[in-house]
């Protein structure tokens, strides 16, 4: 079962993703088949999600994908993160409280773009991105 925290703290259980989304669609019902909307989804979990929001809505369904910065040595934790189109986030206060160098964060932000590039050529197979604005 997924849970969405609300701001009241009370938990809303959704059944499963295809659920997550029906739900979204009755909160996001004015973007129906506008023509200057595009749903997203962040591969992998996000896409039932987005399907069926985008179904519902008729708009078209794109996938942006991310990749998390792992701190070296402590990859689990974030530094950043990079995402598709150029995007990105550096935690300044993680890297200088944990002394990450320059280099470091170079080595790390390479290697992630080469995966964030090999699984969007997976997704997008050579697709043009949409025009985010």
Known sequence: MLRQT???DNDIVFRDR??????????????AKRGDAVVLAL?????????????????????FSVRKLGVPGHEELAMGAIGSG????????????????????????????????????LYRDSRPRPEIR
């Open 43 to 63: 591969p992998r979990g996000g896409v039932p999600v987005a399907y069926e929001i985008a179904k519902k809505l008729e708009l078209p369904l794109d996938v």
């Open 18 to 31: 295809y659920d997550a989304g029906d739900r979204l669609v009755e909160r996001l019902g004015h973007y």
């Open 86 to 121: 150029g995007a990105y986030f550096l935690n300044v206060p993680v890297l200088r409280a944990l002394h990450v160098s320059p280099d470091e964060v170079r080595d790390v932000v390479v290697r992630e773009q080469r995966e964030l590039e090999r699984r969007d050529h």
């Open 6 to 8: 609300t701001r009241g």
